[in-house]
Antibody
Framework: EVHLVQSGGGLVQPGESVRLSCETSGFTFSHYWMNWIRQAPGKGLEWVASISPDGSETHYVDSAKGRFTISRDNARSSFYLQMNSLRREDTAIYYC???????WGQGTLVTVSS | VVTQEPSLTVSPGGTVTLTCGSSAGAITSGHYPYWFQQKPGQAPTTLFYDVNYRHSLTPARFSASLLGGQAALTLSGARPEDEATYYCSLAYSGVGVFGGGTILTVL
């Protein structure tokens, strides 16, 4: 059975950093692209970042470029989102998602507020 | 920009088609269209990926296709539990974009 379990997040002040983690199991992690997706309060889904199976290729939404970094550790079947220089508009529930319909994490709330 | 109907209503037992369009032109399999379902207070779930590959838990009353240059999600035999917001997503050279979502009411 596929599982994606998220950790990290919480309340941070503008300009600060936070790291999200997504630990996976139940599938061959190293074969798949992985994604981070977010949902601001009361809003729709927004794709944030993706990473290739070997980590050599990454893509970001324009608002995240230069501030967020997606990475992965295939030995740990885990991937991460390092978020720096956080802004109030980054406040959202962040979800990790595996492609090919493999599954979603439970979501973690990141609140950027002073 | 990825476009979806803001809202649709279907009668119980009825059929409805949700569409997903792209301002960049016709959608092809190279856009790897996905369909997701989200119910209030819950994480999204994947219904279909890569046009019409069905998730193992997706009920058979749902189907997905490319139709007239758009991606389409068809629900045949709607049930009350199908009330949800449905999102499509497309990939543009590795960059993902979601549509705004369609709120589906079964009434």
């Amino acid at each position: 059975e596929v599982h994606l379990v998220q950790s990290g997040g919480g309340l941070v002040q503008p300009g600060e950093s936070v790291r999200l983690s997504c630990e996976t199991s139940g599938f061959t992690f190293s074969h798949y692209w992985m994604n981070w997706i977010r949902q601001a309060p009361g809003k729709g889904l927004e794709w944030v970042a993706s990473i290739s199976p070997d980590g050599s290729e990454t893509h970001y939404v324009d608002s995240a470029k230069g501030r967020f970094t997606i990475s992965r550790d295939n030995a740990r079947s885990s991937f991460y989102l390092q978020m720096n220089s956080l802004r109030r508009e980054d406040t959202a529930i962040y979800y990790c998602m595996a492609v090919a319909g493999l599954g979603w994490g439970q979501g973690t709330l990141v609140t950027v507020s002073s | 920009v990825v476009t979806q109907e803001p809202s649709l209503t279907v009668s119980p037992g009825g059929t409805v088609t949700l569409t997903c369009g792209s301002s960049a032109g016709a959608i092809t399999s190279g856009h790897y269209p996905y369909w997701f379902q989200q119910k209030p207070g819950q994480a999204p779930t994947t219904l279909f990926y890569d046009v019409n590959y069905r998730h193992s838990l997706t009920p058979a009353r749902f189907s997905a296709s490319l139709l007239g240059g758009q991606a389409a999600l068809t629900l045949s035999g709607a049930r009350p539990e199908d009330e949800a917001t449905y999102y499509c997503s497309l990939a543009y050279s590795g960059v993902g974009v979601f549509g705004g979502g369609t709120i589906l009411t079964v009434l």
